[in-house]
Structure formats: C-alpha cells, structure tokens
C-alpha cells in the first residue's frame, strides 16, 4: 500500500493500479467496508482517473465517500479529500456545475492552511479557466502561489504544477510574454527533476501553444510533438490529455497545410474523448470545430456537414446544461493548456 501511494504521487497510476487492487483483495470484510477499504477505493479512484477510466474512478469515489459518511462522521478531512476528488472527476467528465458545488463543500470542510483546501483551489482555478472565468482562476492560484511560498515543505513538483496552471491561465487571456515566462520557470523546476515527467510533456504543450499563437509554426510543431511522445509514453494513447495534444498539434498541422496528418490527429483526438468523457464533453467543441476546417480543406464538404452539425448540437446542448457559465470559445479550448 505504501508503495502504491508513492507510485501514484510520483505519477506512475499504472504501476500502482495492481498493487491497489491486491491490497483491496487481502483486506477482510470488516476492513473493506471500513476506514481502510475506503482510503484504498479513494487511492484506487486518482489511479483509475489518471488512466481515463472515469467511470471506474467514480465507482471508487463513491464507495469510499459512502463508507466514510456512513461510518465515520468525524472524520471530515478523509470525507473532504474524498470530494476533492469526485469533484475533479465531475470536471473531467464535463458537468462544470456539480464540481463547482462539491469544490465548494469541500473549502467550508477544510481549515484555511490544510493542505486540501489548497488543493482544492488549484482545481477550482482549472475549473474556472475551463469555464472562461479566468480572473477568478487567477485570483486562486496566486492564492495558492503565496501559501506555497509561505510553506517551505512544499515540494518543487507542487509548485511546479501550480506555475504551469497560472501560465494556463495568462496564455487564455492572451498575456502570452507572462504566460511563456511562467512556463518556462515551471519548466526549470521539471527539468531538474524528471525530464520524462508527463508533467513536463504538459509544459512542453503549453509553450508550444504560445508559439503557435506567435505563428512560429515550426516551432510549436516541434514542442508539441515532444510533449505527445512524452504524454503517450506516460499515459497511453487513449488518455484525456492525449486527446487534448493532438488536438492542439492538428492545430499546427493545418496551419501548415498538413491536411493528412491535421485530420488524423482530430480523428484519434475524437476517439479518445469519446471512450473516456463521452460524447457530449465540451470540449469536443474545439476538436470538431477544427475537423469541420480539415475535412472541408481536405475536399470532404459531405462529411464535413454532419460534423457540423454535432458541433452546433454540442453547442446547444452545452448551453442548455448551464447558460450562465458554460460559454464555449472554440480558440480558448484550441489552444489546450
């Protein structure tokens, strides 16, 4: 179990998956609907997420919430990490609402310096740069930056992650010197510590995104595609952040007049959010918006319709879900983070 939870801290989810699942096979009955079995559901849930296995990572979720609430109402700060995670999980599969509701819960849970309230912010912030909200985001993430420079037991790859979401949110706003330079300073610190970090393949992505918007075409390839290799390697080619790549990099590619491998590139994009979100995730938008520009350039107008069309159904439907806070702007999702 040990070892399994440094896996996953490390960001190994698929070396410590097995491990998880054999300590919950050699837990007893007891101890399975008890304060252990819930902290391995809870384990078992961030793996099955890291790996887009959504739906298993909310069954785990799910289980270690009700044997908590259940069975140990004292102990809130289990039950508050445990909602931190469904609610990354409903921002994954796109239902903006319920995770906003849960983060929420889970900040009135948790004292002000706990580690989970910090945690819990970071996410909020995504949620929010998903959502356009970026102001707020932003508001949170400084947050989260001046408690990080307050605690000097935080760990270089925490902090890391947290410039690369402030950078996320600047290259939104199109303040692309203070997003390239807050990318780079998280870079550094990945460097430093494991190149081959899919961490770094996402900061890689990030900076090539700014190049793309800089129209350094080549430029933004070339990042991009180092940022895919170490993703794919990481997680699988089936994997939301993936997804999220090639969509990006299929981006470029038309920017280049690359139709081919641009139309590739939506396609695999397309599978992997519909085997792992769905096929109603909003951010589909953006990947089908593009490949409605591929397939038209390409010469397949008939095709190119019916995307078309499931784009402008996407879009409504979205729209419908929460009209106050799901606003979709295709270049702010092609961009990536």
Avoid at 219 to 224: E, S
């Amino acid at each position: 179990m040990n070892l399994a939870t440094s896996l996953l801290a490390a960001g190994k989810p698929a070396e410590a998956l097995p491990l998880l699942e054999e300590s919950l096979r050699e837990l007893g009955a007891a101890e399975r609907d008890g304060l252990p079995g819930s902290v391995v559901h809870n384990e078992l849930g961030c793996a099955c997420q890291s790996l887009s296995r959504l739906a298993d990572a909310a069954a785990h979720f799910n289980r270690a919430a009700e044997i908590l609430e259940a069975r140990y109402p004292g102990e809130t700060r289990r039950l508050a990490m445990v909602l931190q995670n469904q609610a990354t999980l409903w921002h994954a599969r796109g239902d903006y609402h319920r995770s906003e509701s849960l983060y929420r819960r889970v900040l009135k849970m948790a004292g002000d310096g706990d580690p989970v309230t910090l945690k819990t912010l970071e996410s909020l912030a995504m949620l929010y740069l998903d959502e356009g909200r970026h102001e707020r985001a932003e508001r949170c993430l400084r947050r989260v930056l001046e408690r990080q420079e307050n605690s000097p037991g935080v760990v270089p790859r925490r902090r890391a992650a947290t410039l690369h979401n402030l950078a996320a949110v600047y290259q939104a706003r199109r303040s692309f010197a203070a997003a390239e330079s807050t990318y780079r300073r998280a870079l550094d610190i990945w460097d430093s510590l494991d190149p081959a970090a899919p961490e770094r393949g996402n900061t890689l992505g990030g900076l090539g995104t700014i190049a793309y918007w800089k129209r350094d075409f080549d430029k933004a390839g070339r990042l991009l595609e180092a940022a895919l290799a170490i993703e794919e390697a990481a997680y699988g080619a089936g994997h939301l952040k993936v997804a999220a790549r090639l969509q990006s990099l299929a981006e470029v590619y038309a920017a280049q007049d690359r139709w081919e491998e641009a139309r590739s590139c939506c396609e695999r994009a397309i599978t992997a959010w519909e085997t792992a979100a769905g096929p109603h995730h909003p951010r589909l938008v953006a990947v089908l918006h593009t490949y409605v520009r591929v397939l038209r350039a390409s010469g397949s107008e008939d095709q190119a319709r019916e995307v078309e069309a499931r784009e402008q159904a996407l879009r409504k439907a979205i729209a419908r879900a929460n009209p106050a806070s799901h606003v979709v702007d295709v270049d702010e999702l092609a961009a990536g983070k």
